[in-house]
């Protein structure tokens, strides 16, 4: 596991930002976290946008984000883009640990890579393999599939919004 602060360079990072923060980006409403197979309880949703998925761009909006796997790339070996999702949670005025899990699951998805991008600086966050990374803006978390991980929810900004990217 590994962070970067300032992943981005700050105009980049702005322009996006000023995107995922706006009253009329279309994020989805999701009854769960986990997936549509899971139980969980009525607090765990969230509102998601799927930039990439299953080897397509999924939304007109992609072509603006993909410049971020280009600068993973500068410190990673990228070979596949999997997935390129956005993340908003919204302040429910309590702290809410989603459920824990894994983005991949089976043998052969170990060596996956993720990275979760954080947008808004909060006291929400991500526990990865039983440590806490709290949401700081422009700060990149990465970390390999095979660890569980779980997000948790802010108290002290409307949203928390992440950007969460798997690779190969």
């Not at 989603?98 to 043998?107: A, I, L």
């Not at 990275?115 to 393999?129: D, Y």
Request: with cysteine; hydrophobic share 35%.
């Amino acid at each position: 596991m590994k962070t970067y602060k300032d992943f981005l360079p700050s105009i980049f990072f702005r322009r996006l930002e000023t995107i995922v923060s706006a009253n009329n980006f279309p994020y989805y409403f999701q009854q769960t976290t986990l997936g549509k197979d899971k139980k969980e309880s009525l607090d765990n949703f969230m509102f998601t946008h799927v930039l990439f998925n299953d080897g397509k761009e999924r939304s007109d909006w992609f072509k603006i984000f993909e410049p971020i796997i280009y600068f993973i790339s500068e410190k990673y070996e990228v070979n596949e883009l999997l997935r390129m999702k956005l993340n908003l949670y919204t302040n429910q005025h309590k702290k809410i640990n989603h459920g824990s899990h894994k983005d991949y699951e089976g043998p052969l998805k170990l060596d996956i890579k993720l990275g979760l991008l954080n947008f808004i600086t909060c006291n929400g966050g991500t526990k990865i393999n039983k440590k806490l990374f709290n949401s700081n803006s422009n700060e990149l978390i990465v970390f390999d599939n095979k660890f569980k991980h779980y997000g948790i929810t802010q108290t002290d900004t409307p949203t928390r919004i992440n950007l969460n990217i798997a690779w190969k």
